[in-house]
């Protein structure tokens, strides 16, 4: 099995701009998770997905994010008119429900709002 | 809302010794699972053990075994032969549902 990947790896952008963030999980994994880890803390929940279907946002999910998952494989995450404090590392994560739904974490997309 | 709790920032130990770290959590329900995660300084997270509330007998993974007090809520990390490679931010993560929380880490430290 490849692991999770994620795509950029490094985003340095100013603030006002969009970006856009992508998630591949493990192949066989229908539920993919997204969390969002400032620097000396630990990571915080922010969305789930299981299959296309959304099925939980956080309140840290403002109305400026925006995740997708299509065809039920990978993932993006959209910020719009990005803020300083949304720099942070944001981190993807892949489960199987019928595997005991333990989570594998990719490693993770840090972006940088100038 | 369940919480996780970490009081140890920072640990250090000696390579060759044993180091436990420390991990508390708070909910109301009954069927939950509990992990240990690492985050080396590449900042990939890696799971290290897992486990589920409704068994007693502790998980172990090689060097790698917790305590785990259900009644005290309590879910301790014990490292055992440290290596220079265990050093790494080490989370403890509580999943009910679905979505994980994690406490606030414990940067652990190998000393040669």
């Known amino acids: 099995d490849t692991g999770v990947s994620q795509d950029p790896r490094h985003k340095i952008t100013k603030r006002g701009q969009n970006v856009t963030f992508r998630c591949d999980p493990i192949?066989?994994?229908?539920?993919l998770y997204w969390y969002r880890q400032t620097l000396g803390q630990g990571p915080e929940f922010l969305t789930y997905?299981?299959?296309?279907?959304?099925?939980?946002k956080s309140r840290l999910l403002s109305d400026r994010f925006s995740a997708e998952r299509p065809k039920g494989s990978f993932s993006t995450l959209e910020i719009q008119r990005t803020e300083q404090g949304d720099s942070a590392m944001y981190l993807c994560?892949?489960?199987?429900?019928?595997?005991?739904?333990?989570?594998?974490f990719g490693p993770g997309t840090r972006l940088t709002v100038l | 809302a369940q919480t996780v709790t970490q009081s140890q920032p920072e640990m250090s130990v000696q390579e060759a010794e044993t180091v436990t770290l420390s991990c508390t959590y708070d909910?109301?329900?009954?069927?939950?699972?509990l992990f240990w995660y690492k985050q080396p300084p590449s900042r990939q997270m890696i799971l290290v053990i897992r486990?589920?509330?409704?068994?007693?007998q502790n998980a172990t993974e090689n060097r790698f075994s917790v305590n785990f007090q259900k009644a005290a809520k309590s879910f301790s990390l014990k490292i055992s032969d440290s290596q220079l490679g265990d050093a790494a931010m080490y989370f403890c993560?509580?999943?009910?549902?679905?979505?994980?929380?994690f406490g606030q880490g414990t940067r652990l430290t190998i000393n040669p």
């Open positions: 993560a509580y999943q009910g549902a679905q979505k994980l929380v």
């Open positions: 909910t109301s329900e009954s069927d939950y699972y």
């Open positions: 192949s066989e994994h229908n539920r």
């Open positions: 486990q589920e509330a409704y068994k007693q």
């Open positions: 994560a892949s489960s199987y429900t019928r595997q005991q739904d333990t989570q594998y």
């Open positions: 997905f299981q299959n296309e279907a959304q099925l939980e």
